[in-house]
């Protein structure tokens, strides 16, 4: 015969205190979804873009942990193929190039760079391999290669500045202040800027616009100048007339100033001289054109009147 064991009945207290207990569940998580719905009411988006972001940062941690796995087990070359194929195939694939900053470069000469690009999967084009081909055209200074999404390669080009022309035995090249050469040039377009010459005289672009800067008034009027000897400078004004300067850049800078005085007080540009030298310290000396000749006659002149006085 079975017998039926029953359990004696919760006690009041039993049931009060379980009863407590369940309102301070309650009131927790009352508490705790009115902070979570306050804190979204001030997020500037959304709970589904929230779920979104977080789904989007689940997949990416998925795709990083796929490519480890395949780097540790040795293949991530295949990986990165793999992905790069998918890229493609979703439209992440080189299709324009947009160039920025050319004024004075021929554009084609970017596009030549950027051809072997065409057609690749985004994954796969290296921005820093194309940059460090970009800075070997003369006239690109600096240069910011992007990815912009999905099929665009951004090039931002900064230029180096057309500063003077270097005459060499066999053209005319176009330098900027620093020196680097851009480009030949005809002589035609080498007209209105200042034609330096000599060896070497490019990388003495710096000191040269420093002497000139010397003396504003007179820096106009230089048409050319001439690095001499690896050590002085010869300057030649658009009149024809040349000045030749002594060594050092103090030196020079104060003969410069001072032959400037003496043209605003005696204008020596334009007239008979065609040469001063002012190499040796407070002296100048001038060459004027058939001086010696204009001397001989004078002096044969002379002696032709002292005859003619004596035959009287």
Do not use: C
């Not at 796995?69 to 990986?79: E, F, N, V, Y």
């Not at 099929?151 to 066999?170: F, M, N, Q, S």
């Not at 204008?267 to 030298?277: H, K, Q, S």
């Amino acid at each position: 015969m079975s017998q039926t064991i029953r359990r004696k009945a919760p006690t009041a207290r039993k049931t009060a205190a379980a009863q407590g207990t369940a309102r301070k569940v309650r009131a927790a998580k009352a508490r705790t979804g009115s902070a979570v719905d306050r804190i979204m009411a001030w997020m500037p988006f959304s709970e589904a873009q929230l779920h979104r972001a977080f789904l989007a940062v689940i997949l990416g941690a998925a795709v990083v942990l796929a490519w480890f796995a395949a780097a540790m087990a040795g293949l991530p070359a295949l990986a990165s193929k793999q992905l790069a194929t998918v890229a493609a195939d979703a439209g992440f694939e080189v299709r324009r190039v947009d160039v920025r900053g050319v004024k004075n470069l021929n554009e084609l000469k970017i596009y030549e760079r950027v051809l072997a690009e065409r057609d690749r999967a985004m994954p796969l084009v290296d921005i820093h391999a194309l940059r460090d081909e970009l800075l070997q055209i003369s006239w690109i200074k600096d240069a910011r290669v992007s990815r912009q999404l999905p099929d665009t390669i951004v090039i931002d080009v900064v230029e180096r500045e057309p500063h003077a022309v270097l005459r060499k035995p066999d053209r005319l090249v176009l330098i900027d202040a620093e020196g680097n050469e851009l480009e030949p040039v005809s002589a035609q377009r080498a007209k209105g800027r200042l034609i330096v010459s000599g060896p070497g005289a490019g990388r003495q672009m710096a000191g040269l616009d420093a002497l000139l800067a010397a003396a504003p008034a007179l820096k106009p009027q230089v048409r050319e100048a001439e690095w001499v000897g690896n050590r002085r400078w010869n300057v030649k004004f658009k009149t024809g007339q040349v000045l030749a300067l002594p060594e050092g850049e103090r030196k020079s800078a104060d003969a410069l100033i001072a032959f400037a005085r003496l043209d605003g007080t005696n204008r020596l540009l334009g007239g008979r001289v065609v040469a001063f030298d002012m190499r040796a310290p407070d002296r100048i000396y001038m060459r004027i054109p058939d001086r010696a000749k204009q001397e001989a006659l004078r002096v044969a002149g002379a002696a032709a009147r002292k005859k003619e006085e004596k035959e009287d």
